[in-house]
């Protein structure tokens, strides 16, 4: 690729890291080198990860968190570090220069819990190489993040089944 873009995926609907991996299959298909750094999620049992792992290991996939739900009420210590080893997965994947396409799944939920700096991946995005399309993901994507990205889509939530009763299902959800 000669220019890579920012794209964000955010908003409270379904669907954004769904989008995300459906972009990587695309890449991986056409030879594209693809790596994925998920944040705040840590479940080795999630269908993506096992998919990756057994199908496509030509992906690099890392996922820095528990395998608990987080809120902004319930962060420990651990969910900090963990974000912030990411955060510099991320920045080593990215400047390595090594891939075309890098998703940082669920940075924009992190970033608002304030476990990452939005400054520091402000500069990610400003100083990402040319030909490097990076994909952010999550709900709450701040105002100056969705500034510097070239595609911004926003996933909004008309009717979820979660409403009604109905939890994540695996397969499905995760």
């Known amino acids: 690729m000669k ?3 920012t794209q964000i995926y955010t908003g409270n609907g379904k669907g954004k890291t769904t989008a995300a991996l459906g972009l990587m299959l695309r890449a991986v298909g056409s030879d ?3 790596a994925m750094v998920q944040f705040l999620k840590g479940n080795k049992d999630s269908g993506e990860i096992k998919l990756i792992e057994e199908r496509f290991p030509e992906i690099e996939a890392y ?3 528990t395998d ?3 809120t902004k009420n319930n962060i420990q210590e651990e969910d900090r570090r963990k974000a912030e080893n990411g955060f510099l997965k991320a920045k080593e994947l990215v400047t390595s220069k090594e891939f075309d396409l890098i998703v940082l799944d669920e940075i924009n939920v ?3 819990f304030g476990i990452i700096d939005k400054k520091e991946i402000a500069e990610l995005i400003k100083n990402k190489p040319q030909n490097l399309e990076l994909v952010l993901t999550g709900r709450y994507a701040p105002k100056e993040i969705i500034n510097l990205a070239e595609l911004v889509t926003e996933m909004k939530d008309i009717k979820h089944p979660y409403n ?3 939890q994540a299902r695996k397969g499905i959800e995760y």
Do not use: H, P, S, W
């Open 3 to 5: 220019k890579g873009i």
């Open 32 to 34: 594209l080198k693809v």
């Open 63 to 65: 996922q820095f968190g």
């Open 68 to 70: 608990r739900f987080i």
């Open 110 to 112: 992190a970033i608002y």
């Open 164 to 166: 009604n009763g109905l």
